[in-house]
């Protein structure tokens, strides 16, 4: 029989035992003494052996995370009006991208991060670097679908538009600038495209910084695609007068990504290059 089905417990006659110890359990609640009620739907104690108890470990956390996936997507279904990836991006995969590549370094580089972001295990970012036209955006798509496809949460955009739907909360029924924060500091990705190529205030920058730090708090992972290296960036991002949240940004970031840069384009199919350094 599916033990995990029937939450490691044996039904008989007389009652429930532990899947694991046969431990004699008890019924919770009052539904038990209704004569007619199905033995199946009544509840039982939870079993105090150390199998048990590892179970219930496992099975509460499991929980927990479909719970806030479910809240997740609920706030996800009332902010993003179409798909939360763009059209043009979800057909990207990395699949396409393998007989496109010749340095197949970079591709499996990403794979790997992919992989180990699916499993929970990655708890730093990755920075994809270079010039315009270098598919930094499409390798950052493949991230992301083949993160979707195993029911990962993923949110992809412009640093300007997260900031768009922070706004827009203020105006929206039942979503706070908290919850919007929340969602971004707590997916299972976030990708930020093409950063530092939009003017952003230090109002904008404040709550993407507030975002970025939660998640490295969190030890989730985040991938940043940006034409610009570290100064650069710090240049971009700062505003007439201030540089120093842009600074903090580029600092976290620096912290907590690895970096990969694209250094020649996908049209001249030449070479790729890796850099196993951060980048910032
Ligand atoms: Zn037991």
């Known amino acids: 029989m599916d033990l995990k089905n029937s939450n490691y417990k044996v039904i008989t006659n007389e009652g429930a035992k532990c ?24 509840e039982y104690e939870r079993c105090n052996c150390e199998k048990a108890i590892q ?9 927990e995370e479909k719970q806030r996936q479910e809240k997740n997507r609920k706030i996800i ?8 990836m763009k059209k043009r991006l979800q057909k990207y995969n990395f699949e396409n991208f393998s007989d496109t590549y010749k340095e197949k370094n970079v591709i499996n580089q990403l794979i790997k991060f992919t992989d180990l972001c699916i499993k929970s295990e990655m708890k730093n970012g990755l920075i994809i670097s270079g010039n315009i036209g270098y598919e930094k955006t499409y390798l950052a798509a493949c991230i ?3 993160m979707i496809e195993n029911n990962k949460i993923v949110l992809m955009e412009k640093g300007g538009s997260i900031i768009d739907k922070i706004k827009e909360s203020f105006n929206k029924e039942g979503l706070s600038e908290i919850e919007i924060i929340e969602l971004y500091s707590n997916v299972d990705m976030l990708i930020i495209d093409d950063f530092g190529n939009e003017n952003l205030s230090k109002w904008a920058l404040e709550k993407l910084y507030k975002i970025i730090s939660n998640r490295y708090d969190n030890e989730l992972p985040i991938v940043i695609t940006t034409r610009y290296n570290k ?3 710090i240049e971009q991002l700062s505003t007439e007068k201030d540089t120093e949240i ?7 970031l620096n912290e907590m990504c690895y970096g990969i840069a694209i250094t020649e384009e996908r049209k001249t199919k030449e070479k790729v290059s890796i850099s196993d350094q951060t980048i910032c």
């Open 19 to 42: 899947g694991f110890c046969n431990k004699n359990l008890k019924p919770i609640g009052l539904d038990y003494l209704y004569a007619n009620y199905d033995k199946n739907m009544i």
């Open 55 to 63: 179970f219930w470990k496992e099975f509460d956390l499991e929980q």
């Open 77 to 84: 279904n009332n902010i993003y009006k179409d798909n939360y």
């Open 144 to 146: 992301a679908n083949k």
């Open 231 to 233: 100064e650069q960036l």
């Open 246 to 252: 842009a600074e903090e940004i580029v600092k976290v």
